[in-house]
């Protein structure tokens, strides 16, 4: 039996709604609702730090603020990410589903499987690399984070569709016994690649978007409906009270400077 899913496409927005979706789409998890599958963008580009980072180690805001980069917290853990050419996926399910697990790392395997079907759509043997990469010959082209709240799940993580490591270090600071022998720039290039990249072309966000959902659909055995009430495939957006939420969130927590500089 086919399990039902939401599927949004939110498109692009500034990293403080983006969040803000992202929370209010786990709030709502629990009970009755449908789990559901997002994709979105991040216009303007931005860096996101993880829930337990401190701000000034990992980004260089003088930097971000003269590039006109945002930058938020997430309610995920991990490092810091810049968010530039990418689609990126939100998927968010109560804890009672049956694709969820109690352990972390059988959830990360099976929900990236939806990934890594959906880079076969454009004939890659990528694969699952624990804890929460997926790679292709080698080299990172999508990482993921989670967090569990209320009985709910929520991982989301990016598919790069293009690379700009110089661009990345200027942003974000790191940490000189990471970095090693290789110079920053040269060590990203080696371990990080992107769609456009492996295929020689430019990869658009909407045929990014199609490959991918398939994939989840097929490696997760789910079907996709709208938007509660109006289950037409053109139905890809938040509801009314969501996207009421959503802006509230992005406006007093995700774009608030206290949110952004304090650890939790």
């Known amino acids: 039996m086919s399990h039902v899913f939401r599927l949004l496409d939110t498109g692009f927005h500034d990293a403080f709604y983006n969040m803000g979706l992202d929370q209010t789409l786990l709030e709502g998890a629990g009970g009755e609702s449908l789990p559901c599958l997002r994709f979105y963008g991040w216009k303007p ?17 003088f930097s971000c603020g003269e590039r006109g980069v945002d930058v938020v917290r997430r309610l ?6 810049f968010h530039n050419a990418e689609l990126t996926y939100s998927l968010i399910l109560s804890l ?7 352990s972390i790392q059988e959830s990360y395997r099976i929900l990236c499987a939806g990934i890594v079907r959906g880079l076969k759509n454009f004939g890659l043997d990528a694969s699952f690399v624990p804890i929460n990469d997926i790679e292709y010959k080698g080299k990172k082209i999508s990482g993921n984070a989670q967090t569990r709240k209320n009985g709910a799940l929520l991982q989301h993580g ?11 270090f200027e942003l974000l600071k ?8 290789r110079p920053p720039v040269a060590g990203v290039k080696q371990r990080v690649s992107s769609l ?12 990014a978007l199609a490959a991918i959902s398939r994939g989840f659909g ?11 009430g109006n289950p037409s495939e053109k139905a890809r957006l938040p509801s009314p009270d969501e996207e009421e939420r959503a802006l509230y969130l992005a406006k007093n927590r995700f774009a608030d400077s206290l949110w952004t500089g304090a650890r939790p």
């Open 158 to 168: 990016t598919v790069l569709l293009d690379n700009d490591p110089e661009l990345m």
């Open 76 to 81: 995920t853990g991990g490092g810091a990410v």
């Open 96 to 102: 009672d589903h049956p694709l969820a697990r109690r």
């Open 218 to 228: 097929e490696a997760l055995d789910i079907e996709f409906t709208g938007t509660p």
């Open 196 to 207: 456009s990249e492996i295929l020689g072309r430019e990869v658009p966000y909407g045929e």
């Open 174 to 181: 790191v940490v000189p016994e990471k970095a090693g022998a």
């Open 45 to 61: 580009r931005a860096v996101s730090i993880g829930y337990f980072q401190g701000l000034d180690e990992e980004v260089n805001v």
